[in-house]
């Protein structure tokens, strides 16, 4: 068995449930793997061996007993650190969190756990889920499991793009065949894009938040990333569905209904959006490519491509921001050191309440959090909030709206997920800004509740001085069109295969 390749979760199921494999026999190999690439990848902060190999020996005697089993029976999964798990440390990343262990179970770990599944440990991230290149963390940052080669090389490595770098760097470095990740504004996505593997964001309410440390409430989503579809969809599946938790989580007669109007069509019945204002962004070479060949390959397949516009999305960006901040400032007010987190080892006789509060919070926060927070304060204070919040929250009903107008003609959005394939590791530390430009196109869908794919492609044949960096498409659907998210991408997933063996040109 050591011998074997890396299994998808959907494979390994199959072996252990069949009985070729037993849990205790593949957990230790993906253990080994851990053990053999986490010292330069540092994308699980923390292995909970003991704890997976007791489980494995405890599912393995639930298999023998001849009881019902789970749908990721024996799946080792990664979690990203902003996910409750029961006495696990749940950081964030961050110092201020450094020490909470939560006495309750996040609803999509619950759910795992109920599926069978072997929750292996935590995956970094950038600090409370605010970054795109998992390098704002208190462990240091991650790195991509890809490189480019040749001149173009560089020695310090590949960010795995964030803030879910973590999970979707043990997922593409082998590690682990799926990982939970969260998506405010593209966390999922856009890491999924940079380590060449897949990352959806479900529609707003079809995964429970209930256990995820809120970033920012209205836009936050959990989701899963893997290596094919099929496991994508099969992890998508243990952890969406009500939840009496959150109260914006969507019912299942909700869903039933939205997704009966919705029809499934297979990809030639398709009728493709391609959304031109991203198509019309400065796009690194790869990228377009991945873009044209995109195209080309759903045309070929039957299905029917029409332009269309969008038109506020020039707005998405600073929309984005603005929201997203301001429900930081919000939610991270409870981390003073006096109700939770970090507290300042300031001698109290001498210090006023604030003078702790601001010495946990200046100890606790990291320099990116502490700007979001600044940003989101001042947006909400007294005389700008209807300048600033207020006109956000109107522009994002025009998003929303501009979405809803392409979706009355078309049944899914294509784009590209981000404008260029991974950056080094540092490239952008000195210039926030250019950082929160990797988003401009997943944002969007958070703005409007949307969920949308990031598909890694497989390009045909590479000039010597193209990059050889993973490169991705994002496609859009309308709200619970997840399986038309799904369908496509198992059909371009086939693609990829055949591209793989050169025969795409
Ligand atoms: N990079 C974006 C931000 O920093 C998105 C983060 C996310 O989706 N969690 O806000």
Redesign the pocket.
């Known amino acids: 068995m050591s011998q074997e390749p890396i299994l998808s979760a959907t494979d390994l199921v199959t072996r252990i449930r069949e009985g070729q494999w037993t849990a205790t026999e593949s957990t230790p190999r993906h253990l080994a793997i851990i053990a053999q690439r986490n010292s330069s990848l540092n994308a699980f902060v923390e292995v909970w061996r003991d704890e997976a190999l007791e489980r494995a020996a405890q599912l393995d005697r639930k298999r023998a007993s001849g009881a019902t089993l789970g749908s990721l029976f024996g799946v080792p999964i990664g979690i990203k650190s902003n996910l409750c798990v029961t006495g696990h440390v749940c950081s964030c990343s961050s110092k201020m969190l450094a020490n909470y262990r939560p006495t309750y179970s996040a609803t999509v770990c619950q759910r795992l756990l109920d599926a069978d599944a072997i929750l292996l440990g935590r995956t970094n991230m ?1 600090e409370y ?4 290149g998992t390098e704002y963390s208190i462990y240091g940052p991650t790195r991509n499991p890809h490189q480019e080669v040749g001149p173009n090389a560089v020695s310090g490595g590949y960010s795995p793009g ?2 879910s770098g973590g999970s979707a760097a043990a997922v593409a470095g082998g590690m682990v065949p799926i990982a939970l990740g ?6 999922i996505r ?1 890491p999924a894009a940079f380590c060449g593997v897949y990352g959806l964001k479900p529609t707003y309410g079809r995964v429970s938040r209930f256990g995820l440390v809120a ?1 920012a409430s209205s836009l936050d989503q959990i989701g899963p990333i893997a290596t094919t579809p099929d496991d994508l969809e099969l992890l998508f599946q243990v952890i969406e569905g009500p939840d009496r938790h959150d109260a914006t989580s969507l019912s299942r007669e909700t869903v039933q209904q939205v997704e009966t109007k919705l029809r499934h069509k297979s990809v030639e019945q398709l009728r493709v959006g391609i959304i031109r204002e991203h198509a019309e962004q400065d796009l690194a070479p790869t990228v377009r490519r991945a873009l044209e060949e995109t195209q080309a390959y759903l045309k070929s397949a039957g299905a029917t491509l029409v332009e269309v516009s969008l038109p506020r999305q020039a707005h998405a960006i600073a929309t984005y921001y603005l929201i ?1 901040s301001c429900e930081a400032a919000s939610n991270l007010s409870r981390y003073d050191g006096m109700h939770f987190g970090h507290r300042a080892n300031v001698p109290e006789q001498n210090a006023t309440l604030e003078q702790v509060i601001a010495a946990s919070r200046g100890e606790g926060f990291g320099a990116e959090v502490k700007r979001r927070i600044m940003l989101g304060t001042y947006a909400l204070s007294h005389g700008y909030a209807e300048q600033y919040y207020q006109q956000a929250t109107r522009m994002r009903q025009a998003i929303r709206l501009d979405f809803a107008t392409a979706f009355a003609n078309v049944d899914v959005l294509l784009g590209p997920t981000t404008p260029g394939p991974a950056f080094p590791i540092g490239a952008h530390r000195q210039d926030p800004i250019a950082m ?1 430009l990797t ?1 401009q196109f997943t944002v969007s869908a958070n703005l409007a509740g949307l969920p949308a794919i990031s598909v890694p492609i497989e390009l045909g044949k590479l000039q010597s001085n193209e990059s050889r960096l993973p490169v991705a498409v994002q496609f859009h659907a309308p709200p619970c069109g997840e399986s038309r998210l799904f369908s496509v991408a198992k059909a371009l997933h086939e693609r990829n295969q055949t591209a793989k063996l050169g025969a795409v040109a």
């Open positions: 950038d889920a605010m970054g795109s964030g803030s969260s998506d405010t504004g593209g966390s856009q970033y997203a929160y988003d």
